[in-house]
Nanobody, 121 residues
């Protein structure tokens, strides 16, 4: 099981920016073999997908963050990033990184512990 570590959360004012990072370690499978995702969970709500990037570099975003958030990956650094601009109070939540690995017919999911993002109004 890989170790997934998120960094970069914090408190920011409305309209501000943050960059989250996610690193995968303790695995023989490096990040370039994985599809990577950012999820978030606000208090009292279910965890939702925010953005994803597959091994080819194709990206997906939930509608509410399109044009404001950018997901990217650096395989040499074994890391994925989420650049968040024009932040809104509704972006507040715990942000989780998920690393998805497919080996033959088996799928492995590894999650980080999450990093708190708070956007003040």
């Amino acid at each position: 099981q890989a170790q997934v570590t998120e960094l970069g959360g914090g408190l920011v004012e409305t309209g501000g920016s943050l960059r989250l990072s996610c690193t995968v370690s303790r695995s023989i499978f490096s990040i370039n073999t994985r599809d990577m995702y950012w999820y978030r969970q606000a208090p009292g709500t279910e965890r939702e997908l925010v953005a994803g990037i597959d091994r080819r570099g194709d990206t997906i975003y939930t509608d509410s963050v399109k044009g404001r958030f950018t997901i990217s990956r650096d395989n040499h650094e074994n890391s994925v990033y989420l650049r968040m601009n024009s932040l809104k109070p509704e972006d507040t939540g715990v942000y989780y990184c998920k690393a998805l690995l497919r080996v033959m017919t088996t799928t492995y999911e590894d999650w980080g512990q999450g990093t708190q993002v708070t956007v003040s109004s």
